[in-house]
């Protein structure tokens, strides 16, 4: 691979220790004398992190400094339910159609290029959040949530300014498997999410049961009808769940 000159590098790595800027540039880029072109989008994790592990996000920007005309973003996340930890970095501008285990440190910027985003945290996702999230990925059309906290912040978005209702004009297909109710309703409550297009779900019966309280309420039914498709655990459904879910294909 020597006369490589350009490299397109997507890795997700599993170590003892972060796989840093410095070690990018030791173990990869030192081999490829002739590279011109360089993106990258890369996962090093730590399972059963110690104390002597943690490295901040600051620690990682600084192992970048000798890759001065290229902008790298970054972002490290402990997780210390499950005892792992992440660094996430990639060359900026995003090339990437996918963007996955985003948290609550997500660092911002657009990515018009990506069609599916993946949610992971230990802490709630509130409602900015999401509109953040919006804003910086304006057409993704899969979602796929994991997180069981509940939101702290449970005002309506009628209540403040700042809690607008989001507009996924481009979302086809959301999986809620592995939430807590609150991000349910975060997508189906009218007075939180508009979704222009017909969509599938994939969700727990018994929680789309309690959000819709029984498939009567009337707070989720627009977004409900919106739904085409809905992949469960439950295979035969009542006429009150199909005729709550009036445009569900079969």
């Known amino acids: 691979m020597s006369n490589l000159e350009r490299l397109f590098l997507s890795l997700i790595i599993d170590n003892k ?59 490290v996340d402990y997780f210390p339910e499950k005892s792992f930890c992440q660094c996430h970095y990639y060359s900026y501008p995003y090339r990437m159609t996918f963007y996955e285990n985003i948290t609550n440190n997500f660092p911002g910027g657009l990515f018009p290029c990506v069609r599916e985003i993946s949610l992971f945290d230990e802490r709630p996702y509130e409602h900015r959040f999401f509109l953040r999230l919006s804003k910086a990925f304006p057409f993704i059309r899969k979602l796929t949530i994991d997180n069981l906290k509940a939101q702290n912040e449970k005002s309506s978005p009628s209540d403040n300014e700042d809690l607008s209702i989001i507009e996924y004009s481009s979302m086809t297909e959301l999986c809620l498997f592995n939430v807590h109710d609150d991000y349910i309703e975060q997508f189906l409550l009218d007075s939180k999410a508009f979704i222009p297009n017909y969509f599938s779900i994939s969700i727990r019966y018994h929680s789309l049961e309690r959000i819709t309280n029984h498939f009567t309420r009337d707070e989720t039914r627009i977004n409900s009808k919106k739904i085409k498709h809905i992949l469960s655990s439950r295979q035969n459904f009542s006429n009150d769940f199909k005729k709550y879910f009036s445009y569900l294909q079969t």
């Open 17 to 75: 220790e972060f796989l840093d800027g410095n070690r990018l540039n030791n173990d990869i880029i030192n081999h490829l004398p002739k590279l011109n072109e360089f993106q990258y989008n890369i996962y090093s994790r730590i399972y059963d992190y110690k104390q002597n592990d943690i490295r901040s996000n600051e620690d990682i920007q600084r192992t970048f400094q000798i890759f001065a005309n290229q902008q790298i973003i970054s972002c």
